[in-house]
Nanobody, 124 residues
Framework: QLQLVESGGGLVQPGGSLRLSCAAS????????IGWFRQAPGKEREGVSC????????NYADSVKGRFTISRDNAKNMVYLQMNSLKPEDTAFYYC?????????????????WGQGTQVTVSS
């Protein structure tokens, strides 16, 4: 089955940037839309961004719009989340997930495969 591995998390000061990567193995990503989700302590997992199979459709949560950019390189089986102007409230565990639905989905139940996550901490 499809395996996803996130990387790129870490500690960054407010206003800083990080780029998260989601690497897929065992199957090609061409047939999957990808979502980035995050979960902060004591909170529910929430959708951050998603990208369709071809990359032609992207969506962002209002809280990250204008600061985060999702992209994908199907030839490399990779999806990225560029995070700029980071805020303390962006601190969370970030997960990438794959779904075969068309377009782009915010619904966790529609995602079949999940990575283990990577921690992002925004603090001075």
């Amino acid at each position: 089955q499809l395996q996803l591995v996130e990387s790129g998390g870490g500690l960054v000061q407010p206003g800083g940037s990080l780029r998260l990567s989601c690497a897929a193995s065992r199957f090609t990503l061409d047939y999957y839309a990808i979502g980035w989700f995050r979960q902060a302590p004591g909170k529910e997992r929430e959708g951050v961004s998603c990208i369709s199979r071809s990359g032609g459709i992207t969506n962002y949560a209002d809280s990250v719009k204008g600061r985060f950019t999702i992209s994908r390189d199907n030839a490399k089986n990779m999806v990225y989340l560029q995070m700029n102007s980071l805020k303390p409230e962006d601190t969370a565990f970030y997960y990438c997930a794959a779904t075969r639905v068309l377009g782009c989905s915010w619904y966790r139940s529609e995602y079949d495969y999940w990575g283990q996550g990577t921690q992002v901490t925004v603090s001075s």
